[in-house]
């Protein structure tokens, strides 16, 4: 039986989303991104599954579009959900943290896809970039718009004109990663990061996420509309049976038993 595009597991209370086309280094075609983007639909309506984990299969994490199939004239988009972007999830969001596990090549659309994601985790021999330029291109699957605001704004911006490639470590150093892995053990340490997280209250951590995401554009912490924001979610927080459960579970020195409600 031929291989899906993108597949979900669950491990847990995780999800590892895997783009599963090893020999194109999982370049995005419209199987990987109807697959893809089902999955991520799946793993949020899925109550078990508390985070997300996005890898690649084989060698790489994603090398980007399928210049093949674009060549060939065939789309590579999921025509039945175009406002899921790129790979069906550059414009996908879901309530979910999502962790990009980057086991290897990752440029162009690969960076683009880490960048979709709340947290990453590196390989140390893999490397990330937007290479478009040099290809008459434009990174725009959430390329130019996302990198300069998850760096400083002229290093950025030299990377997206010289199209130049950044390192592990320098990922690292600019914040663009959260951790480096040995070589080869990038899934093992975000699945660990995963972990961690998973084990938090599932309310509270979909509420900061929506909160951190939704005020970062916005204007300064002392405008009201922010506020807003911030209540709403302590409003679903606090009413919430979690928040009588994680206290008496710290009293009775227990682990808390989340019901994400």
Same mark, same amino acid.
């Not at 020999?23 to 899925?46: P, R, Y």
């Not at 030299?158 to 070589?183: C, F, H, K, Q, W």
């Given at each position: 039986?031929?291989?899906?595009?993108?597949?979900?597991?669950?491990?847990?209370?995780?999800?590892?989303?895997?783009?599963?086309?090893?020999?194109?280094?999982?370049? +995005?075609?419209?199987?990987?991104?109807?697959?893809?983007?089902?999955?991520?639909?799946?793993?949020?309506?899925?109550?078990?599954?508390? +985070?997300?984990?996005?890898?690649?299969?084989?060698?790489?994490?994603?090398?980007?579009?399928?210049?093949?199939?674009? #060549?060939?004239?065939?789309?590579?988009?999921?025509?039945?959900?175009?406002?899921?972007?790129?790979?069906?999830?550059?414009?996908?969001?879901?309530?979910?943290? $999502?962790?990009?596990?980057?086991?290897?090549?990752?440029?162009?659309?690969?960076?683009?896809?880490?960048?979709?994601?709340?947290?990453? +985790?590196?390989?140390?021999?893999?490397?990330?970039?937007?290479?478009? +330029?040099?290809?008459?291109?434009?990174?725009?699957?959430?390329?130019?718009?996302?990198?300069?605001?998850?760096?400083?704004?002229?290093?950025?911006?030299?990377?997206?004109?010289?199209?130049? #490639?950044?390192?592990?470590?320098?990922?690292?150093?600019?914040?663009?990663?959260?951790?480096?892995?040995?070589?080869? $053990?990038?899934?093992?340490?975000?699945?660990?990061?995963?972990?961690?997280?998973?084990?938090?209250?599932?309310?509270?951590?979909?509420?900061?996420?929506?909160?951190?995401?939704? $005020?970062?554009?916005?204007?300064?912490?002392?405008?009201?509309?922010?506020?807003?924001?911030?209540?709403?979610?302590?409003?679903?927080?606090?009413?919430?049976?979690?928040?009588?459960?994680?206290?008496?579970?710290?009293?009775?020195?227990?682990?808390?038993?989340?019901?994400?409600?």
């Amino acid at each position: 039986m031929t291989e899906p595009a993108a597949k979900l597991e669950k491990r847990g209370n995780i999800g590892i989303l895997t783009l599963n086309r090893p020999d194109a280094l999982n370049a +995005v075609n419209a199987d990987l991104a109807i697959a893809a983007g089902a999955a991520l639909e799946e793993a949020q309506s899925d109550p078990e599954i508390r +985070v997300v984990v996005l890898t690649g299969a084989g060698r790489a994490f994603c090398a980007g579009a399928d210049l093949k199939e674009l #060549a060939k004239g065939n789309r590579i988009d999921d025509r039945e959900h175009p406002e899921w972007g790129f790979g069906g999830i550059v414009q996908h969001w879901i309530a979910k943290p $999502t962790i990009a596990a980057v086991n290897g090549f990752a440029l162009g659309g690969g960076t683009e896809i880490l960048l979709a994601c709340d947290l990453a +985790v590196i390989d140390e021999t893999a490397s990330l970039g937007l290479p478009e +330029v040099k290809r008459g291109l434009l990174a725009a699957a959430g390329g130019v718009i996302r990198l300069q605001r998850q760096i400083p704004f002229k290093v950025a911006l030299e990377a997206m004109l010289t199209g130049d #490639a950044i390192s592990a470590a320098r990922a690292y150093e600019l914040g663009l990663v959260n951790r480096v892995a040995p070589a080869g $053990t990038a899934l093992d340490v975000a699945l660990s990061l995963a972990e961690t997280i998973a084990a938090n209250a599932p309310l509270s951590v979909e509420q900061s996420k929506r909160v951190a995401h939704t $005020t970062a554009a916005m204007g300064s912490d002392w405008e009201p509309e922010v506020w807003e924001v911030n209540k709403d979610a302590a409003k679903v927080v606090f009413t919430s049976k979690d928040a009588m459960e994680g206290p008496r579970a710290f009293a009775e020195k227990r682990k808390p038993e989340w019901q994400g409600r």
